[in-house]
């Protein structure tokens, strides 16, 4: 079956572009999905950009668009056991990740069918005038370009559509071309949903022949990516000719900070678990480990000790703790940046080689990778290896922290551990990122916005603003009884 959805209809690359998609876990492949091509791409931002302007759902009441969101998280619930073997599939990830990340998706679908629920008439400003109505309305951005990645590809790309579909927008959706199939069976589940045709379309493929003709289309008003620095500079850079609204969410190299009086036990769980959860492949991991320098020596053993027992396997390996990464060319991109750090003096504690298990030959396998004694001028340090590799640096006291930790150009996640609130609160006050935990790492509510500051990204996803960033702010001005001012008579 054709796997690319314009104007609400399945149909095949017109240029019959196709491209195979491979478990990384082992090689095996999943299936052969069409690849798009600029006439399918100029056909799915038409069918967006006429479904905007002359169909209905732009203009549909926010309680229709609240339902049809609600009805679409039922049918992702309906589905979530095909939904969650499709992802593991596509990323290698074990399947309890992406039955996590399934529940996750639906969550948000809900979250926002709620938020649009609630939208109202827009807000009444008073001008101390009773024969003038004046209020500020919301109202939907116009044609969106969605472009997902490859890491978590439904939750990224639920995090996009639903508030999308909220805000009364249409869309084309760019999932990553490695993991397209979670995105397709969405498309399934939105039309089976009653989505007016056109509202919704899906196009597969790279990025340099599917997301960027999507990003510098006039007709575009709005582009979301998930992704690479490097990429998110293209992005913005394409966009700019057309001053469209840009929301990007670009990663980060995000510090977890362990004082002296942390709880020692608890903050090493936490520690594996931020930088080695998906094998490191997460926008938000906890890949620099902070630690003060008494509690140093015994908490880093306990990391290597914890690391070096991480079982690797693939997504349905019941005794798994972790899986591949996506691909030979990142995982060789890993290994350049462990070796770089090698180079530049960092100690190898753990981890650093392919595994030799046979039985593991056929993935892009690495293991839980600990470096120790690194410096922020390090290229392992201050550049986001997305990978199994956590760089282990000193500090002495609190204000040493804060500088190491904010010493990066990302700004997107961090932690703090520490038994004194006081200084707890003090130092993830003073962290530049948009989201920190204390004693915690990772959790997220859809409820409460995400993103990140400095080069971690523009705009907000989730929470009410998540919702904003696909609206536009107008003033309704009503003079209730105009009559002449006589300005010129």
């Not at 091509?37 to 169909?55: H, I, S």
């Not at 678990?273 to 490191?280: D, E, I, R, Y």
């Not at 282990?392 to 520490?418: C, I, P, Q």
């Amino acid at each position: 079956m054709p796997e690319l959805f314009i104007d609400g209809a399945w149909t095949a690359a017109r240029d019959g572009g196709v491209r195979e998609i491979r478990c990384p876990a082992d090689g095996t492949l999943v299936a052969t999905v069409d690849e798009a091509g600029a006439r399918d791409v100029e056909a799915a931002v038409l069918a967006a950009r006429n479904a905007f302007d002359r169909g209905p759902w732009p203009r549909t009441p926010a309680a229709e668009r609240a339902a049809l969101l609600s009805r679409v998280a039922g049918l992702i619930e309906r589905e979530k056991d095909a939904l969650a073997r499709s992802e593991s599939l596509d990323t290698g990830k074990r399947l309890v990740e992406s039955e996590y990340d399934i529940a996750d998706v639906v969550r948000c679908f809900r979250h926002f069918a709620a938020l649009t629920a609630a939208e109202d008439g827009g807000r009444v400003v008073d001008t101390g005038d009773p024969e003038i109505d004046s209020r500020v309305v919301r109202e939907p951005a116009g044609v969106c370009a969605l472009i997902t990645p490859w890491n978590y590809p439904l939750l990224q790309t639920a995090w996009k559509v639903a508030p999308a579909l909220g805000a009364g927008t249409t869309f084309v959706l760019k999932p990553s071309e490695l993991t397209p199939h979670t995105a397709i069976l969405l498309m399934r589940l939105l039309a089976e949903a009653g989505l007016p045709a056109g509202v919704a379309n899906l196009v597969l493929g790279a990025g340099v022949s599917v997301g960027a003709p999507l990003t510098e289309d006039p007709r575009v008003d709005l582009v979301s990516f998930t992704g690479g620095l490097a990429t998110g500079r293209r992005v913005m850079a394409a966009a700019a000719p057309t001053v469209k609204k840009v929301a990007l969410e670009l990663g980060g190299k995000n510090p977890n900070i362990v004082f002296a009086d942390a709880d020692v036990e608890t903050a090493v769980d936490y520690a594996l678990t931020a930088v080695f959860l998906h094998s490191g492949q997460v926008c938000s991991a906890g890949a620099r480990l902070l630690v003060q320098d008494e509690l140093h020596d015994r908490f880093v053993d306990a990391v290597v000790a914890g690391a070096r027992a991480i079982r690797l396997g693939g997504p349905f390996d019941p005794a798994a703790r972790t899986g591949p990464l996506i691909s030979a060319a990142h995982r060789d991109k890993v290994e350049a940046y462990v070796a770089a750090g090698i180079a530049e003096g960092a100690v190898l504690r753990c981890g650093g080689a392919r595994p030799d298990d046979p039985a593991l030959a056929d993935g892009f396998y690495y293991p839980p990778t600990v470096l120790d004694e690194c410096t922020p001028d390090m290229s392992v340090v201050e550049e986001e290896s997305f990978g199994p590799v956590l760089t282990v640096e000193r500090f002495r006291d609190e204000d040493e922290a804060v500088t190491l930790a904010n010493d990066t150009v990302y700004g997107l996640a961090g932690a703090v551990w520490s038994g004194d609130v006081g200084r707890a609160r003090r130092v993830a006050s003073r962290l530049r990122a948009g989201t920190v935990w204390i004693n915690d790492f990772h959790p997220y509510v859809p409820q409460a916005e995400w993103g990140g500051m400095k080069q971690s990204g523009i705009g907000r996803e989730l929470g009410p603003a998540g919702l904003a960033e696909y609206q536009e702010t107008k003033h309704l001005w009503h003079n209730l009884a105009p009559r002449p001012q006589g300005w010129f008579a």
